[in-house]
């Protein structure tokens, strides 16, 4: 039986190989241009030790930036005397998860916000179709789920057009709400977003649940961290999402007991009690 340490440790490198694993994604073309070019100028390779920690410096000064604020509205938290949260969905449609999703949300009689996939949905439209039919809110988490930082404003704004016209042939209803891929919020991105008047839904509670199976420790991360007008961000997508199922049922559980009603991202903002200028 391992013990709660043992666990911790596990998990962290768990998340720790999973970054390096994103790093190495993004560092690959530097590292081969370095190579080339120490080669080409006849360079010893020893510099390749230097250059090695600077791009790591500078992928994770890059990882920050890229979380950054700078223009435009970015929804982290809705301020608000009402006993509200909203639990969103990234990376769905993904039966039978999202399908699971549904029922548990049902039984609890929850209100919930997923943020879908464009080239998901055209494998499992039915699914989506099922959410809006469940009167949750169906939002926009690109086309492609690629990383952002680099595309040019067109290469945005052509990823959230082509996932809303989806969308909006399936029934969803005009001002669909979006979240960048990877928490992302740098320079293109909050730049088409202001252009089309559109805020950026983040979140405030984010349990990684993609990196943990225990139901139990998902489920407490977030409860420990909500309060009214919390978003909350959970997978429906991106694997299996057996343990992110079973608890969001404790969690809605538990959230009932303690007088919270479990909404859409839309009709937590409309509760909101200061102006949305102020809010973060």
């Not at 930036?65 to 809705?78: C, D, E, L, S």
């Not at 057996?242 to 859409?264: H, N, P, Q, W, Y």
Request: with cysteine.
């Amino acid at each position: 039986m391992t013990s709660p340490l043992s666990r911790k440790v596990f998990d962290r490198l768990k998340g720790g190989l999973r970054y390096a694993g994103l790093l190495w994604r993004y560092q690959l073309p530097v590292f081969a241009l370095a190579v080339l070019t120490c080669w080409y100028l006849s360079i010893s390779f020893w510099w390749l030790a230097v250059l090695a920690p600077i791009s790591l410096l500078a992928s994770e000064v890059i990882r920050h930036i890229a979380q950054t604020r700078m223009f435009g509205p970015v929804i982290h938290r809705v301020e608000t005397d009402e006993p509200m949260v909203a639990l969103t969905f990234d990376d769905g449609p993904n039966p039978p998860y999202t399908g699971h999703l549904l029922k548990t949300l049902r039984r609890h009689g929850a209100k919930a916000t997923f943020f879908v996939i464009g080239r998901l949905v055209e494998q499992s439209p039915e699914t989506v179709k099922e959410i809006l039919a469940d009167g949750h809110q169906v939002g926009n988490h690109s086309y492609h789920h690629r990383p952002m930082i680099g595309k040019t404003p067109f290469g945005v704004a052509s990823e959230i057009k082509r996932c809303d016209r989806l969308l909006e042939s399936l029934g969803c209803p005009p001002g669909i709400v979006f979240r960048t891929p990877f928490a992302a919020q740098f320079l293109s991105v909050p730049f088409v977003l202001a252009l089309q008047k559109r805020a950026n839904i983040m979140f405030d509670v984010s349990p990684r649940d993609w990196e943990l199976t225990n139901a139990k420790k998902i489920a407490k991360r977030v409860l420990e961290g909500v309060s009214p007008g919390s978003i909350v961000r959970l997978h429906d997508g991106g694997g299996n999402r057996s343990a992110t199922c079973k608890a969001v049922d404790i969690i809605a559980r538990e959230l009932i007991k303690r007088g919270f009603r479990m909404v859409t991202v839309e009709t937590l903002m409309a509760a909101r009690t200061v102006p949305l200028q102020s809010a973060s």
